[in-house]
């Protein structure tokens, strides 16, 4: 089985995983994936990530030009904005409407430098600092532009009132990682005033060293 045939199954089985335990919904989320000679897959637009056909994948060139499939997600700038700005390890992009993120991406008290309060270790080692960028129009370029302007600083970012974006060095990496974002999302809320017991600044510092984010 060929590169590209062995990576739209990857993104068909993965995507369903998450459209099955309501990671996503509707025809909500996208998902994006480069090749061995830059160019991406990625999820067709008005998809359901629970049904995806992974021979109507869409193909992107290395300049991100549709040259196969059916027709890409809007969202194809917010993709590449991560791979023309992340390492030349990232390979793979995921984006999700997943309810917790959203639900504390439009709390007032959220902190837009770090959404994440550090609960676990875990959104520290698989995600660092997830930022918060302001509301776009879904489509809307400027997405792009926003995370540009990180100049590769964040693997993650929480859109408000949107949902997350998480880059990773392949699939698995990105679809663990943006798992891993909703479920400290979900933790951040069941915990919101109760005052939790949060990692101190030296236990943070301690997991940043150990395992570094390149």
């Known amino acids: 089985m060929s590169e590209d045939a062995r990576m739209r199954e990857e993104i068909a089985s993965l995507a369903k995983s998450i459209f099955d335990r309501g990671l996503t ?9 480069r090749l061995s000679d830059g160019s991406i ?3 067709p637009t008005g998809s359901s990530l629970g049904r995806l056909d992974p021979a109507r994948i869409a193909k992107l060139d290395s300049s991100f030009r549709h040259v ?6 809007k969202e194809v700038p917010l993709h590449a904005a991560f791979y023309e700005t992340g390492t030349s390890e990232t390979g793979a992009v995921v984006h999700l409407h997943s309810t917790h993120s959203v639900a504390l991406s439009v709390l007032p008290d959220t902190d837009p430098e770090n959404v ?4 676990t270790p875990y959104s520290i080692m698989q995600l660092g600092k997830v930022k918060l960028l302001p509301y776009f129009m879904p489509g809307d370029p400027a997405m792009g532009d926003a995370v540009r302007g990180l100049a590769g600083k964040h693997s ?5 009132n949107h949902g997350p974006v998480v880059a990773g060095k392949t699939l698995e990496a990105a679809v663990n990682a943006m798992e891993e974002l909703e479920a400290t999302a979900r ?7 109760h005052n939790p017991r949060l990692l101190g600044e030296a236990e943070i510092r301690q997991l940043e060293i150990a395992y570094p984010r390149s």
Not at 25 to 33: C, F, K, V, Y
Not at 187 to 193: D, E, S, Y
């Open 116 to 119: 994440l309060p550090p609960i």
């Open 187 to 193: 933790l951040a809320l069941l915990t919101r005033g």
């Open 68 to 73: 196969g499939g059916d027709r890409p997600t």
């Open 25 to 33: 919904h509707g025809s909500t989320g996208n998902i994006s994936a």
């Open 41 to 43: 897959l990625v999820t």
């Open 156 to 160: 993650a970012v929480l859109l408000a």
